[in-house]
């Protein structure tokens, strides 16, 4: 029988009907990749810690948050998507696994620092493939000011502005201040002007940091774009991109703090501003790696490749082959597919769109939509890493009957040796069984 319960770090969560964190997930918990000395994910850490030396490097003591850290306190609507049983882990009705390091946010300002870093291990429910995983890691960093101080910030972005000229960047920024990204009503627009400033000068610099080798080398200038966005906790917000074999990659979200918040630390008398960043995508990139899953290998082959404060090329000690099997079913006779897959928690999510399918609100009854989260969930809960990507192949509705099936496709690899027909036969057969039971759909 399933325990009552979740027990961690010597307190208890008593389970309702919000808790869905499944034990694989728990697991996790305590895994501190991010801390692991010569982890390409820690080593990552290290270099942006060195690139702000003045700030204090924070890290949490646990990952689960109450709600009200991790969305009220921040400002997030009641009806914000992310904060829905389908993208996020509950422990319960009030707590929740952090899906940001901004759920960190008001403790640290309390602390009444006024520069610092924080780096953590975040959970978000989601979709399966190489650039995937329910566990990721997140470095948020702040800078604020006492408001009697914000007179120097001039003088300090005119050193950065100095130091940007001398290297080979150019910076892509079209962003304006307008009524959907503005500058705060009881902010003077010439200190949140500052602010805006020194926070693009502090990243565009961190950027170059990490991606400037090969500028610097004489190669083409690095290009860094700006784009607008909206967060609930920040205003202005923005985007920032770095252009990296071709492509735009997306690095991080930040903007100036809202006042609310620095209100809730304490610190009304201050303002400045944050970002968050992703270390995993940052990782993979900059290192070559080409599958999220590495991360989590307890391989040698993986984890002797990397020096602290050193950023190499992984050499792939050979890719094992897949292995894919597909499964179709019927959905339940009642049971309408939930909205699309999209990411809930980016910052485009901003209006609020699904309620929290508690009581499923698409059928009205305890029936839940499908959801194509719940069903990787169960994937993963069975196979762990072996599951390389679920992929929906295809889709239909019966013509007389108007029962919609589906066909996903489950591609099986293991990252250090190879798998066996029959190994992932047993493993299908076993998700099988499990999405038969919880989710209450047919075979066909
Ligand atoms: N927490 C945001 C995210 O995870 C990023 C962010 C951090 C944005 C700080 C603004 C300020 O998407």
Known sequence: STPKSYKYNGATYPKDTYSNVPSSILDKLDRNLHLMPSHPISILRQIVEDHFSSYQALVPSSAVVSVHQNFDELGFPPDHPGRSLTDSYYLNREYMLRTHTSAHEVESYKKGLNKWLLSADVYRRDEIDSSHYPVFHQMEGTHIWPNTELHTLPQLNAELEKQLADIPIII???????PTNPYQAHHDPIHAEQITKHLKHS????????????????????RVRWIEAYFPFTTPSYEVEVFWQGE???????????????????????????????????????????????????????????????ITTFQPY??????????????????????????????????????????????????????ENDYCEIVRDVVGDLIE??????????????????????????????????????LQSQVQARVVQEMGIEMR
Request: glycine share 8%; hydrophobic share 35%.
């Open 203 to 222: 990243l565009n610099s961190l950027i170059f940091r990490l991606f400037g080798h090969h500028a610097k080398a004489g190669g083409e200038p690095l």
């Open 248 to 310: 735009w990659l997306e690095l991080l979200g930040c903007g100036v703090v809202m006042q609310k918040t620095l209100d809730q630390s304490g610190v009304s008398d201050k303002s400045g501003w944050a970002f968050g960043l992703g270390l995993e995508r940052l990782s993979m990139v900059l290192f070559s790696i080409p599958d999220i899953r590495l991360f989590w290998t307890s391989d040698s082959r993986f984890l002797s490749q990397f020096k602290q404060g050193q």
């Open 389 to 426: 990507s679920v992929t929906l192949i295809d889709e239909f509705t019966h013509p007389k009957t108007q029962r919609k099936s589906k066909c996903y496709r489950l591609n099986y690899r293991h990252m250090d040796r190879n798998l066996s027909n029959e190994e992932v036969n047993e």
């Open 318 to 371: 050979s890719k094992y082959p897949p292995c894919y099997k597909d499964m179709s079913f019927w959905l339940h006779q009642t049971s309408p597919t939930a909205e699309e897959v999209t990411d809930h928690h980016g910052a485009s999510a901003a209006g609020g769109r699904s309620p929290l399918p508690i009581v499923d609100s698409k059928t009205g009854t305890g029936i839940k939509a499908f959801h």
């Open 172 to 178: 892509e920024d079209e962003t304006t201040i307008s």
